[in-house]
Structure formats: C-alpha cells, structure tokens
C-alpha cells in the first residue's frame, strides 16, 4: 500500500508530512525554477527535437514544399542574400574612418579606386593620384588644400570640413 500524501503531493511532502493530502504551495524560489524547467523543455521541443518531419512542416505551412523544390530553390538565394545585407553594411560601415577629413580622404580614395599606401601623406598620394590621372590634378590641389585647412586651421572646422566634402564630390575619375 502505498501512502496518499506519496501519490497527491510527491515524494517530498509524503516524507515531511505524511498526513498532507496535497503539495505545499511553491515558494519563489520553486516558481522560478518550475519556469526554469518549462524553458528547458520548451527548448528541447523546439530546438533540440527539431528534427526532418518538423523541417517538412514548417516549409508546407510557409507554402514551399520539400526541400529541393522549384520555389524553395528560389526563395533560397534571396533568403541568403537578405540576411548578408545587415552583414555587409555592418561592415562597410566599419571599414570608413570615424574622423570627417580622413573620411573624405578615403572617400577619395574609393572614387578614383586608387587606395593609399601605409604612411603616405595628402600631399602624397594627390601627388601620385595626379600622376595617375593627370586630368583631375587641379581638383586633387583643391582637395588637398581644404583637407590641410580642415585638420589643421584654427578656425571653423566645421565648414572648412564642408569645403572638403563638396571639393572630394566635385571629382570624377
């Protein structure tokens, strides 16, 4: 025979009070960690049991069919792409210096597809980008002049940063 307290409550109530027709309630402690069971097995069932018959459903009920099918394959490619977007302008945006002038200077640099060499100057590489293309040499003076004004001129930085903008836009390789 076994004890009702043991079969009603659990085996920890039938020990503690053998009398008891029902479980303690739980206290916060045991709330949260009866949560904590209910997210791992929610975890299980979703993630870790995520098996073949449950991949089918879930492409039937998105109206794909099975794997390999004609609109699966197509919606494949734009699925990859769409989420490499966030991807790519994560990283382009990382790649442009957070300085304005040695922005402008890069953006420059990506306009005439010409990149800077580790170490060279302004002066330097207008100097080279001339030589490259020798059309845009007064241009490139221009840039460099209002890239010198912007770092370096004691005064209006935020306009002589706009002078430097509008002269790298004017270029056009």
Partial sequence: ???????????????TRPQAGAAAPPTSLGRLGLRLDAWQNRWNDLVVGYDGGQQQALLARAGLGGVGTVPYLA???????????????????????????????????????????????????????????????????????????ARYAPDAPAEALKRLAAAVRRIRR
Avoid: K
């Fill in 75 to 149: 919606v494949l490619p734009l699925l990859i792409v769409l989420a490499l977007l966030p991807a790519r302008w994560w990283w382009r945006r990382a790649a442009r210096p957070r300085d304005p002038a040695v922005r402008a200077l890069h953006d420059l640099t990506v306009r005439l597809g010409l990149p800077r060499r580790p170490g060279e100057t302004p002066s330097a590489y207008a100097a080279r980008a001339a030589a490259a293309h020798p059309q845009l040499a007064p241009a490139l003076d221009e840039v460099v002049r209002a890239y010198h004004t």
């Fill in 1 to 15: 025979m076994v004890a009702p307290a043991r079969v009603n409550a659990g085996l920890s109530t039938a020990l």
